[in-house]
């Protein structure tokens, strides 16, 4: 029998919701492309209902305790003595979201001697330190799909409020407030910007074809270029690299995997070749730009707004720089935990638990190292010595 570890974010600060503001959410059977949603062979949870927090359990209680297996779910993750630190020493599977990560350092790895899965529910595996698992022969999971239209939108509505200055026009309303040349003095239009992605895999691409209709100039650059009728459908031009790009772009979104070629990419020096007065979007990892360097952009002009939903480390401290640097849009890390995409990424995790349980293969999609080597989607987005 397996001992199941889930680590999650905290229950609501007024407890576990009794109802909530919509009755069902729509059914999506397929992701753009045509890979499958997830298939488990049951669920035990309600689709829009809180999954994601301590006391939503992933909806997996029942199916795991019914088969003999035990689970233990907890927020406490860090520090020492930890929950998550105490429980994982005989733990066979460890299961935590990218919104409430729980590190799976090398040491961590080598203290815990029983570990064979770790289980990203959600996308994005780079809180698992990948070297290690391979090492120590630790298949490395994720729901793959699940959440990456959420993450689009969330970044689609970043832009608009950066570009449109919504979140300080909006203060002035609840402040009492009713001064229009305040709100608009730092207000534009999209229309007619021009828009650039790093990375324009499955995120970045919905993001390019949710902007098309704003009548923007598309940008875009990646390891591997588009196909040319997706460049020809949305008109986009492609750049060799994210220093190429950025220059041309009145804003820039950043939808790429952290790894060696990424980590620190937007620091003084590239920003500095922006646009006075342009936007930057990082939904990706907190990672990728230096953390001071963006703030000092934001306090000197260079950057006319900066909006992201990842931090380093999660959850950020009280004294974090990005808590009060000026026009900044930033949220805690919930653009891939939408009530609709954690009835996926659930689902998706029951999927994978079934077929490792009972010794099937797991859909290869959702591999991110297994066998000692990285597979499936992680061949393709990571690479070793990933932070």
């Known amino acids: 029998m397996a001992k199941v ?32 949603t997830p298939t488990p062979e049951a669920i035990d949870f309600t689709p829009g209902h809180l999954l994601g927090s301590v ?36 733990a066979d599977v460890v299961i935590s979201q990218p919104f409430w990560p729980a590190y799976l350092t090398p040491e961590r ?4 001697p029983n570990l064979k899965l770790a289980v990203t529910a959600g996308i994005g595996s780079d809180h698992v330190d990948l070297d290690a698992a391979i090492a120590h022969g630790v298949t490395v999971a994720e729901v793959t799909y699940c959440n990456s239209i959420s993450v689009a939108e969330h970044v689609v509505m970043m832009i608009l409020g950066l570009v449109r200055n919504y979140l300080p026009s909006h203060q002035v309303v ?55 009728s997706a460049e020809r459908e949305l008109n986009l031009t492609f750049h060799e690299s994210a220093a190429a790009m950025a220059p041309h772009c009145d804003v820039v979104t950043v939808n790429a995997p952290l790894h060696p070629e990424t980590e620190g990419l937007f620091g003084d020096e590239l920003l500095g070749t922006m646009k006075r007065g342009a936007y930057l979007i990082n939904t990706a990892r907190a990672l990728i730009v230096d ?97």
């Open 5 to 36: 570890l889930c680590v999650l974010y905290d229950d609501p600060t007024d407890g576990y919701p009794k109802s909530y503001a919509r009755d069902d959410i729509p059914v999506i059977d397929h992701y753009p492309g045509g890979q499958t």
């Open 55 to 90: 006391s939503g359990e992933l909806g997996l209680r029942s199916f795991l305790e019914k088969a003999g297996h035990t689970l233990v779910v907890t927020s406490d993750k860090d520090g020492a003595g930890s929950v998550f630190d105490r429980e994982l020493a005989d």
């Open 109 to 112: 790895i080598a203290a815990a």
């Open 174 to 228: 609840l402040d009492g407030g009713w001064n229009i040349a305040d709100c608009v003095s730092r207000s534009y239009d999209l229309e007619g910007m021009h828009v650039g992605t790093v990375a324009a895999g499955r995120i970045g691409l919905a993001v390019l074809r949710r902007l098309a209709p704003f009548d923007v100039k598309l940008h875009y650059t990646d390891r591997t270029r588009l196909p040319e």
């Open 291 to 387: 953390r001071d360097a963006v703030d000092r952009a934001l306090r000197s002009g260079q950057l006319a707004g900066y909006a992201g939903d990842v931090w380093y480390p999660q959850p950020a401290p009280a004294d974090h720089p990005w808590r009060t640097m000026p026009h900044q849009g930033m949220t805690p890390h919930i653009s891939g935990s939408s009530l609709s995409a954690q009835a996926r990424y659930a689902a998706g995790t029951r999927e994978i638990l079934e077929n490792w349980l009972a010794g099937r293969p797991i859909r290869d999609e959702y591999l991110i190292v297994d066998g000692g080597k990285l597979a499936g989607t992680g061949a393709k987005s990571y690479s070793v010595h990933t932070r």
